[in-house]
């Protein structure tokens, strides 16, 4: 970077991001602070990041925009996970990319996914793969109702699924999702999910996060309780357990998370997980470690991927975490709440979109809780539509 | 801002700051979670907030660059206090300037700095002006040795200053200082420097950080220990009544730190403070906030000059705050020492400048300060020369 660029002109570290949005505005919040500059390519506007770093606004395959972006670069890493796999190897074969680009491959297909769970013996519900209305009959055959069809791509925020409970439903649901490759997955009547944020270094080092518990409202996230309640510690070294395997599988670099469904057992306290799926890099369950844990899950990844030592996961305070959905709220009457703490994400307003989120802290997680419902009053909660 | 700026072209607020170090720099990174946006003039280089805001780089008294610089602004303050104050007078009449420009006349004429100390009841060391020679030699004549000689403006980090200790210090003392508009101090043989760090809301609402203790090597801050050991509560009343009356007497709006030496009275715990300076803006002494308070000083200045409440300036660990003066240091090896947080300004290095920060932080303030001790087996110390 020239010093008339965005960037801090003489950092000792350039890190190249894969995406705009913002989690990638956030990374760069963490990271400057250490003397990392930031440039990011993102083919749309990336509003987040705008003044957070040079944006290189270019369609994924041109070649102009590849050289201008690696220029330089220090490392490349993602914000989010639907950018071309191929991409990332071939980014890889001139900058160094963290998470290996096997991650993205991992996690933008459902199949796979859940195909590494099962071999890493990471238990997870049943599943099958769906190519066609035929296969769908016989995968509901196998699997039961109710279940979940899901695109094996490009799902997110509970969008590309369909829940299926008899066999009307089941008509005409793999056409509805466009004739796409699916999964059939098993209905997990599930307790609560609960999400595991880790991060590992190029050299084997771990460190997980607390289990947090996820409240989802027409698939997308509302609410993250850190760290979750009522956690058993056979729950919790069962999600660690998983994580690292899953980890060290993929040689991972970076913040990693993992969401569960915490289903019962046999008996009252015989509680289990069943993993749901992996993102390969920041998330939003783990936004609550801005405010609540020692070192941010952001610091945390921009540490891993520049070869700089972890600093502790520790919780520092209970944290509930509100997301501001669809709109972004009046900052003046969100700041009044006791504990509140905002993120805004730079980003305009439309229904559905995550616009930024508050980290609502307390001395314990009844305090929290209770602060985090005291902001319901001036944030009413998520406007979808 | 148009959108093509850096920056955030959608927040709900702009705020101007009149120059471009890193406090401007801090109090972007604290400011844009908020939602709000920022533009800097600056003279300068003003490496510290390259992508952070919109840069305008000119004289202060270019006419065009005023224009183009309170252009779509909300508020406007200072980041330094030697703006020319016409300058600051001039875009209070076209946008609101906090805090006002009454608090930069007081702050850059020492004279009028400690006459309003004075004159508002708040308890100083002995002080006359000197405007010559032959006033030096009546002015020592009633202060006595040793005493210090001050330019009375555009002093800072021990810069525009002779100790006087006998005459043939004196001898010329003047003239070294530029034959400038000094004035004379008694020397205070004081056991530590505090400062206070409080903020200040436009419907007066006064909150001030715990006090805590400057260690300075050469006239510049190299280390603060938050919270001060050993504050009795009466100090603690003295240094909040003062700083207090002088923001109310200022109808202060932002935050504004005092320096005090803490002087022994007539029995040991006779203690007492002598107010020294005041700085009309976020103050090298508050930066443990942004690690060790539940809000920063920077967060509370932002949030003050652009009406927003005032978020809770308790702390959260006890911290010690470490300049990294002349060279940045090894990131990766203060990143590697417990419980250090850095802060990197985006600074070239040269001897004596700050060019960054690490705050470290301890459960308790022993735990701090051995972890402060730890680090400077890899940090040393300032390289003033």
């Keep these: ?124 519900n049943a599943f099958l793969p769906v190519d066609g209305p035929g296969a769908l009959a016989s995968a509901i055959e196998a699997v039961g109702y109710p279940a979940v069809l899901k695109t094996r791509r490009l799902g997110y925020d509970g969008k590309g699924q369909e829940v299926l409970r008899r066999p009307d439903d089941t008509q005409g649901a793999f056409e509805r999702l466009g004739s796409v490759p699916c999964i059939l997955e098993a209905f997990v009547p599930f307790d609560r999910e609960l999400s595991l944020v880790a991060v590992r270094t190029a050299d084997g080092r771990f460190a997980p996060y607390p289990l947090v518990e996820n409240t989802h409202v027409e698939g997308i996230l509302v609410r993250t309780e850190a760290p979750a309640e009522g956690v058993s510690a056979a729950i919790r070294d069962q999600a660690e357990t998983a994580v690292r395997a899953l980890a060290e599988a993929l040689d991972y670099v970076g913040t990693i998370a993992v969401e569960f469904f915490e289903v019962a057992g046999g008996s009252a306290d015989d509680r289990r997980l069943l993993a749901n799926e992996v993102a390969p890099r920041v998330h939003n369950s783990g936004h609550w470690t801005q405010d609540g844990a020692v070192t941010s899950q952001f610091e945390n990844h921009v540490r891993a991927v520049c070869g700089l030592p972890l600093g502790p996961t520790g919780i520092a305070w209970p944290t509930v975490m509100v997301n501001l959905i669809g709109r972004r709220g009046d900052a003046e009457a969100l700041l009044a709440c006791d504990g509140a703490r905002l993120h805004d994400y730079g980003k305009s307003e439309r229904p559905g979109r995550k616009v930024g989120h508050v980290n609502v802290l307390g001395s314990t997680g009844q305090a929290a809780r209770d602060r985090a419902e005291a902001l319901r009053a001036v944030y009413a909660g998520p406007e979808l539509r």
């Design 1 to 124: 970077m020239t010093p008339g660029d965005a960037g801090a002109p003489i950092a000792d570290l350039r890190v190249g991001v894969l995406g705009g949005g913002q989690l990638g505005r956030m990374l760069a919040e963490a990271g400057r602070p250490l003397g990392v500059a930031f440039r990011f390519w993102d083919p749309g506007e990336a509003e987040p990041i705008a003044g957070f770093g040079e944006h290189i606004c270019a369609a994924w395959d041109d070649d102009a925009a590849f050289e201008r972006f690696v220029d330089g670069l220090d490392v490349v890493t993602y914000e989010f996970e639907n950018v071309p796999v191929e991409l990332a190897r071939r980014i890889a074969e001139v900058v160094p990319v963290h998470p290996d680009p096997a991650a993205l491959d991992v996690a933008q297909d459902r199949l796979s996914e859940k195909s590494r769970f099962e071999s890493l013996g990471i238990a997870t």
